[in-house]
Nanobody, 115 residues
Framework: QVQLVESGGGLVQHGGSLRLSCTAS????????LAWYRQAPGKQRELVAT???????NYDDSVEGRFTISTDNDKDTLYLQMNSLKPGDTGVYYC?????????WGQGTQVTVSS
């Protein structure tokens, strides 16, 4: 079982920045893939960015060049640095872990970008 706890959400103005954190209950180096998803009101949850245990990253086109996913293995923490935020980035952001065929989710953290 893997527990994930997100933090760092909040209210920010258009063009601002936030950094989300997700701390895992186990050594994240043992997790195959970590990811950030988001869900806007009335919409389906969508993939934002992924990072593998080998460090390969991928981003949705809508955040490419603005968001950066990274990990700190010493702290067992996943990050999402979000710059140049837009109102369309508003939503609940979820941390996700895929480990040996099992999927785990955090409880989510709210990000609101005002225009």
């Amino acid at each position: 079982q893997v527990q994930l706890v997100e933090s760092g959400g909040g209210l920010v103005q258009h063009g601002g920045s936030l950094r989300l954190s997700c701390t895992a209950s186990i050594n994240i180096f043992s997790i195959n893939t970590l990811a950030w998803y988001r869900q806007a009101p009335g919409k389906q949850r969508e993939l934002v960015a992924t990072i593998t245990s080998g460090g390969t990253t991928n981003y949705d086109d809508s955040v490419e060049g603005r968001f950066t996913i990274s990990t700190d293995n010493d702290k067992d923490t996943l990050y999402l640095q979000m710059n140049s935020l837009k109102p369309g980035d508003t939503g609940v952001y979820y941390c996700n872990a895929f480990r040996w065929g099992h999927v785990y989710w955090g409880q989510g953290t709210q990000v609101t970008v005002s225009s």
